[in-house]
T-cell receptor
Framework: EDQVTQSPEALRLQEGESSSLNCSYTVSGLRGLFWYRQDPGKGPEFLFTLYSAGEEKEKERLKATLTKKESFLHITAPKPEDSATYLCAVQAGKDSSYKLIFGSGTRLLVRP | DAGVTQSPTHLIKTRGQQVTLRCSPKSGHDTVSWYQQALGQGPQFIFQYYEEEERQRGNFPDRFSGHQFPNYSSELNVNALLLGDSALYLC????????????FGSGTRLTVV
């Protein structure tokens, strides 16, 4: 069964303290792996799409990487405005499936 | 450029009632998917509409149904509401049936009492 597991569930950082969020997945033929940011009461906001192992993408203080079993979202020198829930989702390549399978997210709090 | 628009933003219904949620996709997008997000959980796929047809469905009962109109907008209908249907309902739109990812709306918060 296709599955996505994110860790840790919650993470508290001091401003400037770099860290990484993990997304482990099992899927039949990965079509794509997506990272989203979600603020309370809002819809997910797209960050990155990764399609193949070894791929990396960066945006401001965020960098996403992908291996055959997991993805990492690295946050460098975070600021309080980076506080949010970060969601990882995969799209399986089997049976022409285009749905996203989400993990439960990592709640990030960055303290000033 | 307007993104995905959902209405209403909040809704309170009584058990057993029926509800209709609406979604206008981002300009240029032709595919609409619906997700249910319980508090503290990731979104769960309900179904996807493409060319006015339901192309894929998640593990949700037949009480959940939908429709896509010629202008690509969509409705989600839920009949015989249960307390457990209380959640944030998200609409996501895309091109090419989601191959390049989805743009999400801000959602409709449904509370069933």
């Amino acid at each position: 069964e296709d599955q996505v597991t994110q860790s840790p569930e919650a993470l508290r950082l001091q401003e400037g303290e770099s860290s990484s969020l993990n997304c482990s997945y099992t899927v039949s033929g990965l079509r794509g792996l997506f990272w989203y940011r979600q603020d309370p009461g809002k819809g997910p906001e797209f960050l990155f799409t990764l399609y193949s192992a070894g791929e990396e993408k960066e945006k401001e203080r965020l960098k996403a990487t992908l291996t055959k079993k997991e993805s990492f979202l690295h946050i460098t020198a975070p600021k309080p405005e980076d506080s949010a829930t970060y969601l990882c989702a995969v799209q399986a390549g089997k049976d022409s499936s285009y749905k996203l399978i989400f993990g439960s997210g990592t709640r990030l709090l960055v303290r000033p | 450029d307007a993104g995905v628009t959902q209405s209403p933003t909040h809704l309170i219904k009584t058990r057993g009632q029926q509800v209709t949620l609406r979604c206008s996709p981002k300009s240029g997008h032709d595919t609409v998917s619906w997700y249910q997000q319980a508090l503290g959980q990731g979104p769960q796929f309900i179904f996807q509409y493409y060319e006015e047809e339901e192309r894929q469905r998640g593990n949700f009962p037949d009480r959940f149904s939908g429709h896509q109109f010629p202008n690509y907008s969509s409705e989600l209908n839920v009949n015989a509401l249960l307390l457990g249907d209380s959640a944030l309902y998200l609409c996501a739109s895309s091109t090419d049936r989601g191959y390049y990812g989805y743009t999400f709306g801000s959602g409709t918060r449904l509370t069933v009492v």
